[in-house]
């Protein structure tokens, strides 16, 4: 079955500028690359529906689309609105916006790629889509959100509060760890399951794993690799 893209992105009425604008990146950068990594030809908002179908079609794709590609020019109210919808999924995005224009402070930390009309740089945003999207399949878990992040925290500060003074310390090393690790490391996402998704794996701990997945949260550069195994 082959994968979904969607995109989000300023569209405009009809003959507008932003129309023309919208259908330059779906016709000429986005649809030619993902349609070559094996995606169906990239959806968009823009159909003859009622606006109570169209944010629930909007919805359902944030959810569900294997891809969404945001352009994020001219600062549209409605695609941040959308972004937000699709962190909360913690599924993979990648931002497009017009050259010349920056991101909003909140999306800086996420590299967008800059696109205009001039040949050259068509070329050069269509090569960056296809690198980043060539990352999200080899990694897909390393493209999280901020939203996912904080999901983690709330079940670890949950897990504290309820959970042995044994648990309670397996907790807050692991919060440790979220707030120095760079990415969601695929590790790091098993010792969270096994002490919030599976409380009963705690008990196949070791008092030796513990201290060493204790002195590891406390590291300022940690790798995945200095991550403890645990049995699964």
Known sequence: ?????????????????????ADFVKDYIIEPVVTECGYQAPQRSDKDQAEALIMTGIVKQMFEADLVIADLTDHNPNVFYELGIRNCAHKPVIHLIKDGQSPPFDLAGNRAIFVSRDHPKVIEAKAEIKERIEAIEKNYEQFYSHVQTYMQGKELDALKEAGTGRESLIAEALERLLNTTASNSDKLERLCSATVGTPKKL?????????????????????TTELPEIDS
Request: charged share 30%; aromatic share 8%.
């Open 203 to 223: 008990r196949r701990i070791s008092y030796a794993d513990l201290s060493k997945l204790a002195a590891a949260s406390k590291q300022s550069s940690l790798t």
């Open 1 to 21: 079955m082959e994968k979904t893209c969607y995109i989000i992105g300023p569209i405009g009425k009809p003959d507008s500028d932003e129309r023309e604008w």
